[in-house]
């Protein structure tokens, strides 16, 4: 069974400073994804990356960098000089590989989420 | 590109009403969708999947009876949920998916649901 641990409830940080957000998972998969994103106030999910289980390679998109490390099983969120604009719940989760004829389909397995709020 | 649009966006009703909502997807194929129920300050809780054409693959727990999933076309899945009650209310959002490899699953904007 899969699962996704966001160990972080709430975080509260002041405008500009970093923040980094935990995302720890379970698979048995060899082939898997891994994502997060993102739930302001209006309920919406905005997608913000999607990383495949054989590319361990960091990525960086303008203030967002994720540190994808499989030994640790651990796909962290850092948010750099952090905005009022980025608070909202933050969702990690895990898809395993889907496949034709199979029953799989790529089903995402959500972490708990994290509250962000970032105070002026 | 990859909008799904879900209708409607807010829904308040009496007890023992049914409930029908839409999970669009307007620029491409959705061979795949998916639906979620969010309780307040909680998680996403993938309540069934359903392929076009097929019947609906529930999650454990969820009563397929009760909620009904219907994928007809590539491009839309509706949700009934029959006879409503109190504890229905919920957010409620589906995310769509074209292909049968894994592509990124993209999400409606989600539907408040208030049964009084």
């Known amino acids: 069974a899969q699962k996704v641990t966001q160990a972080q409830t709430e975080i509260s940080v002041v405008e500009k400073e970093d923040v980094t957000l935990d995302c720890v998972y379970e698979t048995r998969d060899t082939t898997y994804y891994l994502f997060w994103y993102k739930q302001p106030p209006s309920g919406e999910l905005v997608f913000l990356i999607r990383?495949?289980?054989?590319?361990?390679q960091n990525e960086i998109s303008g203030r967002y960098s994720w540190n994808f490390q499989k030994s640790t099983s651990s796909f962290n969120f850092t948010i750099t000089a952090s905005q009022v604009v980025d608070s909202a719940v933050y969702f990690c989760?895990?898809?395993?590989?889907?496949?034709?004829?199979?029953?799989?389909?790529?089903?995402?397995?959500f972490g708990q989420g994290t509250i962000l709020t970032v105070h002026p | 590109g990859a909008v799904v649009s879900q209708h409607p966006s807010w829904v308040i009703c009496k007890s023992g009403t049914s409930v029908k909502i839409e999970c669009r997807s307007l620029d491409f194929q959705a061979t795949t969708m998916f639906w979620y129920r969010q309780f307040p300050k909680q998680s996403l809780m993938l309540m069934a999947t359903?392929?076009?054409?097929?019947?609906?693959?529930?999650e454990q727990g969820v009563e397929k009876d009760k909620f009904l999933i219907n994928h007809a076309s590539l491009t839309l899945s509706t949700l009934t949920v029959t006879s409503a009650h109190p504890e229905d209310s919920s957010f409620y959002i589906c995310?769509?998916?074209?292909?049968?490899?894994?592509?990124?699953?993209?999400f409606g904007d989600g539907t408040r649901l208030s049964i009084l």
């Open positions: 989760a895990l898809s395993e590989a889907g496949y034709a004829g199979g029953t799989s389909y790529g089903k995402l397995t």
């Open positions: 359903s392929n076009e054409g097929s019947k609906a693959t529930y």
């Open positions: 995310s769509a998916r074209a292909g049968t490899d894994n592509q990124p699953q993209h």
């Open positions: 990383r495949n289980s054989f590319d361990e």
